[in-house]
T-cell receptor, first 114, second 115 residues
Framework: KAGVTQTPRYLIKTRGQQVTLSCSPISGHRSVSWYQQTPGQGLQFLFEYFSETQRNKGNFPGRFSGRQFSNSRSEMNVSTLELGDSALYLC?????????????FGEGSWLTVV | AQTVTQSQPEMSVQEAETVTLSCTYDTSESDYYLFWYKQPPSRQMILVIRQEAYKQQNATENRFSVNFQKAAKSFSLKISDSQLGDAAMYFCAYRSAEGTYKYIFGTGTRLKVLA
């Protein structure tokens, strides 16, 4: 069974631009969540989607948004990029909306903002 | 708000020895889940072990076990017979089973395994 797939793996953007990251969950998984990992702030929860609905959102500005499609694939978008948005963005999927379900992470998308 | 604290930024252990990583958390909720995740240099997070708060029995997965002290809000990870492949960042995580359902991660402990 294929794991969680994130694309692109690496990208470099200029301050002020926007970026879209994609996440394909494990087949059959309907919940997708996103995380930002930086050396300074550690691992922080961005948002979670289940059946195309945002179920939860972390404490990030409105420049960070996401969505989930009917096939459970998810995208996150960051607009008006800032240098501080440089981070590893991790996506994870789980079977359903039971909060005790194990979440499985992808390898992440490395974003560098210059 | 819930918090997760890992007070050991870095730990070292000799191969084949045992090491314990500490994690404390703060919550007013009674129903929640606790997890330990491993992040090797590849950066892909891997679940090591999970604990359901309403279960008093400590979770065990092969060489990995936890010491869950609910009253003390402590959730430590014990790695027995340490192997070189255990070297990684270890994150303790809390997930509420009510309310916000957010995952909250600790700052991580870097484990070095010495040959």
């Amino acid at each position: 069974k294929a794991g969680v797939t994130q694309t692109p793996r690496y990208l470099i953007k200029t301050r002020g631009q926007q970026v879209t990251l994609s996440c394909s969950p494990i087949s059959g998984h309907r919940s997708v969540s996103w995380y930002q990992q930086t050396p300074g702030q550690g691992l922080q929860f961005l948002f979670e989607y289940f059946s195309e609905t945002q179920r939860n959102k972390g404490n990030f500005p409105g420049r960070f948004s996401g969505r989930q499609f009917s096939n459970s694939r998810s995208e996150m978008n960051v607009s008006t990029l800032e240098l501080g948005d440089s981070a590893l963005y991790l996506c994870a999927s789980s079977l359903g909306q039971n909060t005790g379900n194990t979440i499985y992470f992808g390898e992440g998308s490395w974003l560098t903002v210059v | 708000a819930q918090t997760v604290t890992q007070s050991q930024p870095e730990m070292s252990v000799q191969e084949a020895e045992t090491v314990t990583l500490s994690c404390t958390y703060d919550t007013s909720e009674s129903d929640y889940y606790l997890f330990w995740y491993k992040q090797p240099p590849s950066r892909q997070m891997i679940l090591v072990i999970r604990q359901e708060a309403y279960k008093q029995q400590n979770a065990t997965e092969n060489r990995f076990s936890v010491n869950f002290q609910k009253a003390a809000k402590s959730f430590s990870l014990k790695i027995s017979d340490s192997q070189l492949g255990d070297a990684a960042m270890y994150f303790c995580a809390y997930r509420s089973a009510e309310g916000t359902y957010k995952y909250i991660f600790g700052t991580g402990t870097r484990l070095k395994v010495l040959a």
